[in-house]
């Protein structure tokens, strides 16, 4: 690494400024640009070659518009939120559900060069007021629908409490043309302005936007306190969508369902959303993965690829199961590929995909970190059954090591360590963490401990960092374990998953209570708690277990595989005593 990316903690309190981001080193950007894995194209300009297409680029449950439209609309937009005072490097936090709207708004700020953050539709409050201040953002685009839930709270105490320069509830209603025309409307009402005056089909003159930029920032699953923020360049994000619609075959008559939240890094980019723009195919946008909901689309679209996670994919096997058992007559024959990722997915689960569903399954096991592995089309049954697939990228370095960073033999368990043309260098202002999340030669400790077979096909076999993986959902145990130490009258907590058969985890919080409560700490009390601290509901605990201490390690830290063990241990106690009784 050269001495630029270097972070050094003294080295900050010698008051040397610490980039916030931390570059590829020379020799590698040289590399990757000369062999034309980075190219010198900005997501804002992946549409244009698109622009003469007739059908749909986007549609969702009230839209359908064609490249040309989007294009337009986004360019207007961008026009909008210029004049408007959003610029170059401005962070955007970004909580919509899966719509057209989303997409005017991305196009639109990386044509400015804003920096969109990825908030996922479940965060609430205390996850977007985090990144709106971690980020210093200057706007915050929220709604009236976001799958049940109105973000006007969000707004209102964003406006209390944070310096937002703008601060958007868009109502996404069933007469919402565009948010260029919501705004511009918007300001007419205000009667501040001439926006209304702007022609309709301005085209924006994107101003000095380079590919090396930071496009977006992803949200890391974490492991720490608070959500670590991932600084993606143009350069990696459209190399991995490049690279993605090649192994997975996009060309413009691929046709992409959107079930999974659309801002999450699967389905944004591997090869997802902006790998169907990339390729001038066409992109179904819904909120809904149940069963029917999806598979009604797929047969109206003739959807060809979509993305699911684990328990979804098997709630997909067993409504089709059941419906073809009663004869129920559904032409899901368009669809060839369904990509599951996430988490893992059962060796038995896998097995059914293609007799049931009649396509190809194609397992992801990727992270928004960068490194993205797939099993590849034409791998014979068994490989795509029982890995997790195989690196993107013949530039994608893996390292499987064991706790003092040696190799392990070839073929055994270890954890996994990356580096690559798409994978960050350093989380984003976060030099102390960064100093432990990668090695000093750049390497990321993914935290996941896998095997690699000997045709390179990766095999997950467990996890080294401190979090949950629920049915695909990351929880961060210290962030959940901050959380409950608030509660005045917790004295301390150690936050486990116990395995579940359906979501592969759910979330055990182990309480220790104060010990002069005149009032028991109960479940439900807790929960309430963290439902007034506005956290995201898939973060909240599936059950509480009150101890009155936590076994500790020989090195006197709290003992969580004993924890694991525990409750592992009572569930299938508590799972066989209702069996007897029943
Ligand atoms: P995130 O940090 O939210 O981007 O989540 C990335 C993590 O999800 C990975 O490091 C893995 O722990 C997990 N993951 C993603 N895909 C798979 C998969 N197919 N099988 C097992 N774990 C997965
Ligand atoms: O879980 C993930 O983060 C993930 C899974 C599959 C991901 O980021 C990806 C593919 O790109």
């Not at 397992?363 to 059954?385: H, K, P, S």
């Not at 350093?426 to 077979?453: C, I, M």
Request: aromatic share 8%.
């Amino acid at each position: 690494m050269s001495n630029k990316n270097k972070q050094d903690p003294q080295s900050q309190k010698n008051n040397v400024k610490i980039p916030d981001y931390t570059p590829w080193p020379e020799n590698f950007e040289q590399r990757y640009k000369k062999i034309g894995f980075w190219q010198e194209i900005t997501l804002g300009e992946i549409l244009l070659p698109h622009l003469p297409k007739e059908h749909p680029a986007v549609i969702d449950d009230q839209l359908s518009w064609s490249y040309k439209e989007l294009n337009s609309h986004s360019d207007k937009l961008a026009n909008i939120l210029q004049q408007k005072g959003l610029g170059k490097g401005d962070k955007v936090v970004i909580h919509l559900p899966n719509c057209c709207a989303l997409f005017e708004l991305l196009f639109a700020l990386f044509k400015i060069g804003a920096c969109p953050v990825m908030a996922l539709p479940t965060h609430r409050y205390s996850e977007i007021s985090y990144f709106c201040q971690f980020t210093q953002a200057k706007a915050y685009f929220g709604t009236t629908r976001l799958n049940g839930y109105s973000c006007e709270s969000i707004v209102n105490q964003l406006n209390e409490n944070q310096k937002l320069h703008m601060s958007y509830l868009i109502n996404l209603n069933s007469n919402f043309i565009s948010l260029s025309h919501a705004l511009t409307t918007e300001r007419m009402k205000e009667n501040i302005g001439d926006l209304n005056a702007l022609p309709e089909n301005i085209e924006f003159q994107p101003t000095d936007i380079k590919a090396s930029d930071i496009a977006l920032f992803q949200l890391s699953g974490g492991t720490t306190g608070v959500p670590k923020l991932i600084p993606r360049t143009h350069y990696d994000y459209l190399y991995s969508v490049v690279g993605s619609n090649e192994i997975c075959q996009i060309n413009e008559h691929s046709i992409y369902l959107a079930v999974l939240p659309v801002c999450h890094n699967f389905p944004m980019s591997s090869p997802g959303a902006l790998g169907i723009f990339t390729a001038g195919g066409t992109l179904i946008l819904t909120n809904s993965g149940a069963p029917d909901n999806a598979f009604s689309l797929i047969e109206k679209y003739r959807v060809s690829i979509t993305a699911l996670v684990p328990p979804l994919a098997i709630a997909w096997l067993n409504a089709f199961e059941a419906r073809q058992k009663l004869n129920e007559n559904l032409d899901i024959s368009s669809l060839k590929i369904l990509q599951v990722g996430g988490a893992k997915l059962s060796y038995e689960a896998a097995r059914k995909v293609a007799p049931i569903l009649g396509c190809q399954l194609q397992q992801v096991f990727g992270m928004a970190e960068g490194l993205v592995n797939y099993t590849r089309l034409n791998d014979d049954i068994e490989t795509i059954c029982l890995t997790q697939g195989r690196p993107l990228s013949r530039l994608d370095e893996i390292k499987v090591v064991d706790d003092e960073d040696n190799p392990v033999f070839p073929g055994e368990t270890g954890h996994l360590l990356t580096r690559g043309p798409y994978t960050i260098r350093g989380y984003y202002k976060a030099p102390e963490h960064n100093l432990k999340a990668f090695t000093s030669d750049g390497f990321y400790r993914t935290g996941d401990r896998v095997r690699v077979n000997e045709d390179g096909y990766l095999i997950v076999e467990g996890r080294s960092k401190d979090q949950i993986n629920k049915g695909g959902e990351k929880i961060a145990a210290e962030e959940l374990e901050n959380h409950l130490l608030t509660h005045h009258e917790v004295f301390d907590a150690a936050v486990v998953g116990m395995p579940d058969d359906y979501l592969g985890e759910r979330i055990c919080a182990f309480v220790i209570a104060k010990n002069d409560l005149k009032i028991p700490l109960t479940a439900t009390g807790l929960n309430r708690f963290l439902r007034a601290r506005q956290l995201a509901e898939f973060k909240y605990p599936d059950r509480f277990e009150l101890v009155d201490d936590f076994p500790k390690t020989r090195f006197g830290k709290v003992d969580k595989n004993a924890l694991r063990l525990h409750i592992s241990e009572k569930l299938i106690q508590i799972t066989t005593q209702t069996k007897h009784t029943a």
